[in-house]
Nanobody, 118 residues
């Protein structure tokens, strides 16, 4: 089993930045494509970004492209999400997820709240 714990959330003004971290334990993230999702009340969980297990391929939701950057440090068993130029519509609970070769999202964290004030 892999446990994922997100951190780094908080309250920030529009235009500000936050860096979220996802720390894994119990299993190495090396063979997993690592993802960030977000969810607001009453809405479905939304894909934000993914970094391949090789670390050489990333993909982003159109809504965050150019503002967010996902990165990974397999030695530290961590995945980060640098979020710049945050906007009120980025307010959500952000979740870390590990996607294995089965193409299933096998492990999820419990989330960290990000609130952007206008």
């Amino acid at each position: 089993q892999m446990q994922l714990v997100e951190s780094g959330g908080g309250l920030v003004q529009a235009g500000g930045s936050l860096r979220l971290s996802c720390t894994a334990s119990g299993r190495s993230v090396r063979r997993y494509n690592m993802n960030w999702f977000r969810q607001t009340p009453g809405k479905e969980r939304e894909f934000v970004a993914e970094i391949a297990y090789t670390g050489t391929y990333t993909t982003y939701a159109d809504s965050v492209k150019g503002r967010f950057t996902i990165s990974r440090d397999d030695d530290k068993n961590m995945v980060d999400l640098q979020m710049n130029n945050l906007q009120p519509e980025d307010t959500a609970v952000y979740y870390c997820a590990a996607r294995g070769f089965s193409n299933e999202y096998e492990f999820w964290g419990r989330g960290t709240q990000v609130t952007v004030s206008s």
